[in-house]
């Protein structure tokens, strides 16, 4: 399968819209007030026989914004210092450009109009990247402004299980506690599970019974 055909594909499985895999880490969960610490990115493909797989990932580290609320039980349940010196933490504008780019490319490169945010309880990440985009006035937002994928939901239909680490576990993706709340590692097994669930519909014959009822109408 040539790589046209593979963006052809993408294109065409969501609409037009790239899948691409966001986690935050934050001090808090009011967007609009509290600190932006960590975000992560994982941008999605197919492979040659049409199965979803991960396949970019960028994370940033992020600069409390001036102002920002710092919740000491948020922090004390990331284990984040903000002010840790060993951090390698940029500020906002710096760090969604770093998201954004890659991005930005991978929606190009797949032929679609714009991303799609995927996130486990995607409304709170989504919240986050839209407020801190917002504070900075970044004019080319790759997502979506409102629309997403949550693979609590989607991982409540096709697994049982809504929590994390319990859908993986039933998905069998390996799930290390130790490293969860880290946005990178949270990122990419969110990816996991997201792709783990397209992909078995596929093997279920959803897809292809899509695609037939939509060449009925």
């Known amino acids: 399968m040539s790589n046209n ?3 052809q594909l993408m294109a065409e499985r ?39 797989i991960p396949d970019q990932s960028v994370m940033a580290e992020v600069e409390p914004f001036e102002g920002a609320n710092l919740e000491r039980s948020a922090l004390e349940f990331t284990g984040i210092d903000p002010f840790d010196p060993n951090r390698e933490s ?26 799609i945010l995927v996130g486990h309880n995607a409304s709170f990440d989504h919240g986050f990247v839209n407020a801190a985009a917002n504070r900075v ?20 239909l096709a697994y049982g299980q809504t929590v994390l680490a319990k859908a993986c576990d039933v998905a ?5 506690g130790k490293k969860a709340h880290s946005a990178l590692y949270d990122t990419e097994k969110t990816a ?9 519909w596929k093997d279920l014959g959803g897809w292809e019974m899509v695609l037939s009822l939509q060449d009925h109408d």
């Open 5 to 7: 055909t593979i963006a």
């Open 192 to 200: 996991d599970l997201f792709c783990s669930i397209v992909n078995r």
């Open 90 to 115: 940029i500020p906002e504008s710096e760090a969604l450009e770093k998201i954004f780019k890659p991005i930005r490319k991978a929606v190009k490169a797949h032929g679609c109009k714009r991303a």
């Open 14 to 52: 969501f609409r037009g819209y790239l899948p691409v895999v966001i986690d935050v880490e934050t001090a808090g969960f009011n967007a609009r007030t509290d600190a932006l610490l960590e975000i992560a990115a994982v941008t999605l493909t197919m492979d040659e026989q049409g199965y979803l």
């Open 172 to 176: 069998g993706i390996p799930f290390d």
């Open 137 to 156: 006035d970044i004019k080319r937002n790759p997502f979506h402004p409102f629309s997403s994928f949550d693979t609590a939901t989607l991982a409540g």
